[in-house]
């Protein structure tokens, strides 16, 4: 099993920046990929962002050259740097992994709220 903890979301002002921080632990060699989605005030799911294992990098178009997701794996910690955030930002982000068998494993999330 997988345990994730987030943390890092807050209220920021348009054009501002926050980091967000995901702790992982547990059975952390059967990951492959690791994610960052989000729940928009209109209960709507997206994807954000994903790092491999491998350090391969993607995004979503919504965020791509605003947001980068990196990976330390020292600490098993994962990050989410947002910057020019945007009112359309705010979301509840939450992190996520998928392994090599098994579900998706989520953590509980982090508010993030972008005032115009």
């Known amino acids: 099993q997988v345990q994730l903890v987030e943390s890092g979301g807050g209220l920021v002002e348009a054009g501002g920046s926050l980091r967000l921080s995901c702790a992982v632990s547990g059975n952390i060699v059967s990951i492959n990929t690791y994610g960052w989605y989000r729940q928009t005030p209109e209960n709507q799911r997206e994807w954000v962002a994903s790092?491999?294992?491998?350090?391969?990098?993607s995004y979503a178009d919504s965020v791509k050259g605003r947001f980068t997701i990196s990976r330390d794996v020292d600490v098993n910690m994962v990050y989410l740097q947002m910057n020019s955030l945007k009112p359309e930002d705010t979301a509840v982000y939450f992190c996520a992994v998928d392994r090599l068998l098994g579900p998706r494993t989520w953590g509980q999330g982090t508010q993030v709220t972008v005032s115009s």
């Open positions: 790092i491999t294992r491998g350090g391969r990098t």
